[in-house]
């Protein structure tokens, strides 16, 4: 069974920080998700990665895939308050069911 | 506009009844999935089809009914067996082979 945990759940930045959230999983997959929620509302599609190496940036945001060590990691760029929101990272099932498993998400907050 | 919609936004349900969730979508996307999320939790997989007709159950498919009479549609049947539906309810929807997955805004669901 593919399990997806991030760390850390909770996180409380200062604007203008750099910090690193992180996304393991225990099965081999290539293909890796992240997405953002804001408080009661949906999910919203950030990043996909493909393939070992792969590494994505929006913005204050940049996302990256190591499948070897089953590691992806969203970072963040000097951050401000517009990035609060809740992270998730899915990560897909490679049994060709076109399943994604999600992780537990970390809640982020930016204090002025 | 493409996109997804699920109906209604709010919905109250007494002990013991049973109600149905809408999700439709005009992406022309052949994947659709049902998911549950609880307060401060992570999405947890209903239901998904991949093609009109047919679907298989996700993680939590208990207490739960779909169909999938159109590639449009695909709602979702919250039956009275389900002993704690009080949640948050997301669809979405992808193409197949590829995996990203695309969120309507949810419905929240409360049992009174």
């Known amino acids: 069974e593919l399990k997806v945990e991030q760390n850390p759940l909770f996180l409380s930045m200062q604007e203008g920080k750099n910090y690193t959230i992180y996304c393991n999983y225990s099965?081999?997959?290539?293909?890796l998700y992240w997405y953002r929620q804001d408080p009661g509302k949906s999910l919203e599609s950030l990043f996909v990665l493909l393939s070992n190496g792969a590494v994505k940036q929006e913005g204050r945001l940049m996302a990256s895939l190591d499948t070897k060590a089953r590691l992806s990691t969203l970072h963040i760029t000097a951050a401000v308050h517009d990035l609060s929101a809740t992270y998730f990272c899915?990560?897909?099932?490679?049994?060709?069911?076109?399943?994604?498993?999600f992780g537990t998400g970390t809640r982020l907050t930016i204090i002025p | 506009d493409g996109g997804i919609t699920q109906s209604p936004k709010y919905l109250f349900r007494k002990e013991g009844q049973n109600v149905t969730l809408s999700c439709e979508q005009n992406l022309n996307h052949d994947a659709m999935y049902w998911y549950r999320q609880d307060p401060g939790q992570g999405l947890r997989l209903i239901y998904y089809?991949?093609?009109?007709?047919?679907?298989q159950k996700g993680d939590i498919a208990e207490g739960y009914s779909v169909s999938r009479e159109k590639k449009e549609s695909f709602p979702l049947t919250v039956t009275s067996a389900q002993k704690n539906p009080t949640a948050f309810y997301l669809c979405?929807?992808?193409?197949?082979?590829?995996?990203?997955?695309?969120f309507g805004p949810g419905t929240r669901l409360t049992v009174l």
């Open positions: 089809s991949q093609i009109v007709n047919d679907f």
């Open positions: 099965t081999t997959s290539d293909r």
């Open positions: 899915a990560v897909e099932t490679n049994f060709g069911n076109e399943k994604l498993t």
């Open positions: 979405a929807s992808g193409v197949l082979g590829d995996n990203e997955q695309f």
